[in-house]
């Protein structure tokens, strides 16, 4: 067992039209439960790690549903506090061939988006921990996510637990509130260890552009990031060459401060799925973090699982 | 053909698990498109009425389900208008033996339930129409849905197009916000020419309880009713006395000013689903009613279909 | 809304092995209601036209499945007539690799088939519409067919409505029964102002062969047609280029008298089902040209939704 | 291993809606292999004996499956032929509680009904037979279907072979042309040994209408019945009475020339399908036949495998 | 939370053929995750108690499965350890109607089943627990199976933790080597203060028969147990009168040394499954006893999570 | 109709996750039944050869399940024994993309496996045969499985029918037992006039090792397998080059004691399923063979059967 590590945020129902479907075709849809944090906390179980998820379902069938997906991941869901109110979902017409999947988020209002940090013991769920994973999701949800997701770095810094945060930049989330995106998340990097996001991550974060091509643009992103964040240590992205709808090329890079690794290239063919698979790279990168692996190790793992998420 | 009939409502989605398992246990839900007025005009229209809904739906994939479910039924379309927002949902985990049904209602802040009269040309969809049917889940979805009731049951009365009224009482709505339901459901049934409820519906628009047993309650109910809507000519109710959860014995009564007709009971056994046998009798009901049969007909007909619905 | 249709065709019911299954594998068909003009039908109500679909169906639980799904598409089936008979089916073992589809029709002696003008009330169907869509399977399904197809096509000349005829060749139809088919053909194709079919089609109709390569064998043919068609104003045709089971190239291109326009080559690749990708072929082309639109836009349409649909 | 039977008869395909739902509420139809004799003979074959079935199957896909799936359930069938033409079909809209199953028959002009006795080589299999199992359905195809029950009798008898006639009335059927059935099935039964039929059968048979009550009816048209046909050994019948849809109490009788047995009633709930009972009735009775036993083994095996086969 | 409860038993895949087919009609097997230990354990978390279970999985995707079906009840399985070997099965043909249903067990030389005492850490799985649970089902397995219970029962009395011992005798497990069920079972019961069993579980242990009836006979059957097991306090039984297949009358009563109670009987209707009861039972009757409850109180408990199973 | 063939082996039952799940998220699993030599009878019956299977069932569902899959590929199994037992099973969890698939057996034990020579009169099974077909799999189940294949060879000779033999070298099988395989199958060679196997399955045999190129290589091994086996005539095998786990190369040759035939390479995209591809091959090989076609038409038939069942 190579480490214990809390991952905080909302967990989702998935309601996706079953066989590439059209919903007006659909008698049924499949239930999946998902949510990047907990995509994440699944993906670090499965490789061996004790993982505890801090999060908060609706009571019922629903809020059951959703805890008995996470645990049988072999996620320890004894932090999922439960409360009246509706679940997050969202609906999924998974595309085919030439036609593009089409999301539809119902989660405005859910009980995860309007509770406070008191619904939260972040101190005992951090105890004993290696390391907390959340992401850029939880503030996009609202001032109540900002705040969500402030309490929990600060708890994080008080117990001494290195932050690992995942930029997942939401558009459409930031985009329905009266938000300010850069100056919360720069305020949320500041306590981050490791970042997992592009050089268009950062460019967001800090307003500025980077350019020169590939590597070089990458590395002129990780060189600001590195110095607006100054407990930075690690900057993990992938880069993705879409050839068709079911052809990619994928390649991962880690930064560190003084080196950067980035891998070859590899073909992804027969693509039927790309839901979770930027998850399942942070699962790798801090699968081998955890283990106290180099950053050529932390690509080369977190290439692996997100190819391996594509099938 | 005998006769043109404008059904008003909110459609909904329903997501129930499949084969009475557990939300739990269930990977998949079963997609049905439901919504108690929507349920009249597919009944009516399946027996051969020329029959109209005026609604109001999402754009985007659940919208066009929704949509074309209702049209499916044979049910002209031309009136549900289409605007960004979201769907109302249910879910609905399905009981087995002992363990009951479970129904998660998820339908607040839908599109619908948002609108406002301006939304809707009434005028236009009762053009040419025989009949306007509504029910008390309309008004129970908050002031928004109590002006879209009345403003639905006063394009009625300029028109001289009668009105049914299906009671369908459903506390939980009314209780979510701030409401009298006694006033606003009062101040409907001045307009209704049809009534779809029993005494406990009666006792709860008039605040009065009514003693005695069966058929002399319900008809002391009924004069009641009678005294208090003017307008009011038929009240048809259904009596169900349940065995046990797949077994009970259905009656059903119509009501006139000046006289009543109750059936016999009929043993329903095999029970699947009791769902939409409130709407099955209204459909049976109104169906007799638009080919001027007596209230005998009417009774004889609603039980007919209610009986059917139930397996 | 940009224009009022009527199509003319028999519905047939699909019943196919699932998953690419062999029909010994099956335990389950599944089900789908088909038919060239009421694919057609589908696809411009889906563009947003009204749509009317004349056509006759079996009483009974088989036609109501048809009914109803035609109605779920969003077309008009009020001139969907109803009498005692059999419906028309067809079989699928849908191919997978290099195992091919197999089809078997089952629809000889279907109500369709065999009815007469005096069934349908063409006059009524065409009452305020802006084009009338039939197709060549009709007249082959026998002399009832080409009666019913030549009446279809006398009332829209009385009416002074335009029709597009799509060639859709079955020679086994034609073979089935002691037949002319170009003496049939030529007959309807005088009162047409669209075609929907390639130099091959044209062949047939004319007992003339073309030489030459691509565009100009299609121009050379396309003036052939327009010398022997005197109300013809647009020809569409796909060119379609076979690269394996699952990969093609398809160029679409529409001439009129005066000139012609041919698309580049789209790959297509993922190929799951080619059936009613010509339907679609000629709802993009007729959705342009209701709108008025140029034959560039008509060519471009036709392409991108005959694409769409094969996945 | 206790004897050789052969059955002759048509082989169907049934496609049912799933789960009691409507066809219009089916997206996917069972496909199941039935037919009156082939599920005798499947019958038969799962208790033991060894079993031909003669009959006649369209090529390709449809007919292979008809053919696997009788040669799954352990039946010989190297005496099906196969023919270009259609298969056979029924379709069945499942019932549910109140609403009753319909069914649907598309059988005319099938490859068996099309057949002509020259089709089928009777001699070979009766060869080393001990039984010749058919019923009235063949000769209610039509004139044709006549003729091969004439000439799989006649066979049977030049061969020595005992018959087994199955009466299995269908109205339907025989008024669907021009027809006299008293003469042709008394034709046939004057070669019968063993008859599946009740007193309602045997009036139809004599034109003769039997009085009194329960058992004594049966005996009265059991003594008429067997001073009309000189060879005729056995009449084996069931007695259903219904309760309702799910509820049934049953007994079954075998009456010989010198005495009768009758079973107690047995009551059959939960009733799911009633399709292929009377079939199972006839294997077991003609199992015990088979076996030497006697009329009280007989009617209580039939009556055990009917009631099985409900469930 | 009202209590810790440590479970130990074998853990199952049951592979059940769906929708009461037989199993030459299916195509397909429902996978679900059993073992009656593993029940109890599922039954008590869903009430709310923090429960471990004790076992051992094969390494593998089966492993896997059977892992991730425990977490998901909510039960804590760092104490299941995997090892390489093979899974224990067990087969199911879902009877319907009057064909009952039939299980095929193969589950010998399962990895658990060949494990010996030193691949469980019985005292850091009993640590701060304030139950066990086990069943007459592993001693069953054979030699290694009783030196399991054994050693668990041996761990219990060392940690000073009480032990419920539910009887669950398995006549075929027992017979299939060379055992002597008595000697081992009594030696177990030494150390229980819980028994599930009834009057024939006890006979069996005592070699000893009673007689009167109901009541009098469980109680006399009560006394001699009380008095051969010095350490038992409480005796929990269910009583079943089987009407029909779908119909059964079910009462439950718990003794102890100076008292019992006895519930009413309830009638259960519908039975689809009667798989688990008996384990239902047992985690009703054990959740009120964690809470400190009364014989009545547990009887009730577990009448009403036994009733509630059935459906 | 152009042979008579019997096969010898064991049926298995492959219990498979459905469409490419993981065995974690299958709630049910595909039963499909396999087993090389059956899918070889298989392959020879549905290619219109008169197939017999010599093979040993379990008594129960799970047998007749197998019998009656057997039965309805129109193999006859009227030597297919039952005796009390387990059957054999194999579990596969299907790869997607570049998940590879798992397979896990469990057939150790099994009624077969653990039958004797006694239980299978060979000399009937072979009387008027012209080919017996076993594998290298039978000797692999251990000495039992050793004194079954010989025995079946053994009766072939005395029967004067030619052998054929498919290597289908399965290492994790020997590498079970004390075993010594290059003895027991050199042994078995003696007799075969047929070899389905390449240049690694005769390494293996003869302790050699082959260089040079492709055909060269293939050449040289077969000289040495004629040298060896001196009544072997052919050698059929496949050349298999991966590109990916979706697209293959494959061709197929055939040497005879004078000659050889290789085909040219076919491009396989697509992949779905390799199971059973060897078995098809063979199937194709020994179809020309029966027809007494030359080794050119054996080997393309042979690819052709191999390639069309990768779809
Ligand atoms: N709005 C959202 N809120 C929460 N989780 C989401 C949202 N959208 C997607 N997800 C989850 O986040 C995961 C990662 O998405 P993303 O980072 O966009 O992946 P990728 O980098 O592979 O494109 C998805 O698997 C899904 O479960
Ligand atoms: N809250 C709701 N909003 C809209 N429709 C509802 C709601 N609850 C139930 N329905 C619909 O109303 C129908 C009738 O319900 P109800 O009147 O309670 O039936 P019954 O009288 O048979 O018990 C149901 O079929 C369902 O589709
Ligand atoms: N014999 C037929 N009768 C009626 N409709 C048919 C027949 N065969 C195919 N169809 C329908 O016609 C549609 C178009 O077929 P076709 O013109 O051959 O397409 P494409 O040009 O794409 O190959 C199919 O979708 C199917 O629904
Ligand atoms: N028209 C038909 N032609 C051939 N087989 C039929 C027909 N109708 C029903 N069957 C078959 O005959 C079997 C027996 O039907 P029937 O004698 O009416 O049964 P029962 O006596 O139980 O009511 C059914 O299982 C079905 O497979
Ligand atoms: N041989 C077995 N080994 C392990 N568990 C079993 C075995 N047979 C049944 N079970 C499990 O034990 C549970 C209880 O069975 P049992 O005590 O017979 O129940 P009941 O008292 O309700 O009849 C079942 O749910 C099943 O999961
Ligand atoms: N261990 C086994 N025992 C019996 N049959 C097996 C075993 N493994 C695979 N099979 C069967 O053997 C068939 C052929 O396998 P193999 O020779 O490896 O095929 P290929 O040459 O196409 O890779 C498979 O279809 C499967 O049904």
Same mark, same amino acid.
């Given at each position: 067992?190579?480490?214990?590590?809390?991952?905080?945020?909302?967990?989702?129902?998935?309601?996706?039209?079953?066989?590439?479907?059209?919903?007006?075709?659909?008698?049924?849809?499949?239930?999946?439960?998902?949510?990047?944090?907990?995509?994440?906390?699944?993906?670090?179980?499965?490789?061996?790690?004790?993982?505890?998820?801090?999060?908060? /379902?609706?009571?019922?069938?629903?809020?059951?549903?959703?805890?008995?997906?996470?645990?049988?991941?072999?996620?320890?869901?004894?932090?999922?506090?439960?409360?009246?109110?509706?679940?997050?979902?969202?609906?999924?017409?998974?595309?085919?061939?030439?036609?593009?999947?089409?999301?539809?988020?119902?989660?405005?209002?859910?009980?995860?988006?309007?509770?406070?940090?008191?619904?939260?013991?972040?101190?005992?769920?951090?105890?004993?921990?290696? /390391? !907390?994973?959340?992401?850029?999701?939880?503030?996009?949800?609202?001032?109540?996510?900002?705040?969500?997701?402030?309490?929990?770095?600060?708890?994080?810094?008080?117990?001494?637990?290195?932050?690992?945060?995942?930029?997942?930049?939401?558009?459409?989330?930031?985009?329905?509130?009266?938000?300010?995106?850069?100056?919360?998340?720069?305020?949320?990097?500041?306590?981050?260890?490791?970042?997992?996001?592009?050089?268009?991550?950062?460019?967001?974060?800090?307003?500025?552009?980077?350019?020169?091509?590939?590597?070089?643009?990458?590395?002129?992103?990780?060189?600001?990031?590195?110095?607006?964040?100054?407990?930075?240590?690690?900057?993990?992205?992938?880069?993705?060459?879409?050839?068709?709808?079911?052809?990619?090329?994928?390649?991962?890079?880690?930064?560190?401060?003084?080196?950067?690794?980035?891998?070859?290239?590899?073909?992804?063919?027969?693509?039927?799925?790309?839901?979770?698979?930027?998850?399942?790279?942070?699962?790798?990168?801090?699968?081998?973090? !955890?283990?106290?692996?180099?950053?050529?190790?932390?690509?080369?793992?977190?290439?692996?699982?997100?190819?391996?998420?594509?099938?």
């Amino acid at each position: 067992m190579t480490g214990h590590v809390t991952c905080f945020g909302e967990v989702l129902l998935r309601l996706a039209t079953p066989g590439h479907r059209l919903m007006v075709q659909s008698d049924s849809l499949d239930l999946v439960v998902g949510g990047a944090e907990a995509n994440v906390a699944a993906g670090l179980a499965s490789l061996g790690h004790e993982v505890k998820l801090v999060s908060r /379902l609706p009571v019922g069938p629903l809020g059951d549903k959703a805890r008995s997906a996470v645990a049988a991941a072999g996620v320890d869901t004894r932090h999922v506090s439960r409360a009246p109110g509706r679940m997050g979902l969202y609906f999924l017409e998974s595309g085919a061939g030439l036609r593009p999947s089409s999301i539809i988020y119902d989660r405005a209002g859910s009980v995860f988006a309007s509770s406070s940090p008191d619904d939260f013991d972040f101190a005992a769920a951090l105890d004993g921990v290696r /390391l !907390l994973h959340l992401s850029g999701i939880t503030p996009a949800l609202g001032p109540e996510g900002c705040a969500l997701a402030q309490a929990a770095v600060a708890a994080a810094q008080r117990a001494g637990v290195p932050i690992c945060f995942d930029g997942n930049y939401r558009a459409l989330l930031w985009d329905s509130w009266d938000s300010d995106p850069r100056r919360i998340l720069t305020g949320l990097m500041q306590s981050a260890a490791i970042m997992i996001g592009n050089h268009r991550d950062i460019s967001l974060l800090l307003g500025e552009t980077f350019f020169g091509d590939g590597a070089d643009r990458r590395r002129e992103a990780a060189d600001a990031a590195f110095e607006a964040f100054p407990g930075l240590q690690f900057i993990a992205s992938t880069a993705r060459h879409v050839v068709n709808a079911a052809h990619h090329r994928i390649a991962a890079r880690v930064d560190s401060r003084d080196g950067a690794h980035q891998t070859a290239e590899v073909e992804v063919t027969g693509i039927v799925d790309r839901i979770g698979t930027g998850d399942a790279f942070a699962a790798g990168v801090l699968h081998r973090w !955890l283990q106290g692996a180099d950053i050529a190790a932390m690509a080369e793992a977190g290439l692996a699982y997100t190819v391996l998420k594509h099938s």
